[in-house]
């Protein structure tokens, strides 16, 4: 059975940073695209960022912030968060799936999620 578990969330203050790990297990992800989504508390889950055939993609409010990677030897997808700020409070959220790349920002687009991690900026 496919999982994917984050870690790496907390409270932090504006300008800090945080990372962000994404572990799967159950089948193999290296073909698959992986990505970040948050959700915060009222809101719809957004688009955050995603890695697939090696290329990155982000939504605009944080790039140059942010940065995904995978490491498929250690079956892992980061989000290297920096400059944190208040309005990046959310739970995230790790997903994995045969995603074309029209539909990568799509979060139903994925077929697999983790139960997600809180990160709280403050200012």
């Known amino acids: 059975q496919a999982q994917l578990v984050e870690s790496g969330g907390g409270t932090v203050q504006a300008g800090d940073s945080l990372r962000l790990s994404c572990a799967t297990s159950?089948?193999?992800?290296?073909?698959?695209?992986m990505a970040w989504f948050r959700q915060a508390p009222g809101k719809e889950r957004q688009f955050v960022a995603a890695i697939r055939l090696g290329r990155t993609y982000y939504e605009d409010s944080v790039k140059g912030r942010f940065t995904i990677s995978r490491d498929n030897a250690k079956n892992t997808v980061y989000l290297q968060m920096n400059s944190l700020r208040p309005d990046d409070t959310a739970v995230y959220y790790c997903?994995?799936?045969?995603?074309?790349?029209?539909?990568?920002?799509?979060?139903?687009?994925?077929?697999?999620w983790g139960q997600g991690t809180q990160v709280t900026v403050s200012s």
């Open positions: 997903a994995a799936g045969s995603v074309i790349l029209s539909t990568i920002r799509d979060r139903n687009a994925y077929n697999y």
């Open positions: 159950g089948r193999t992800f290296s073909n698959h695209a």
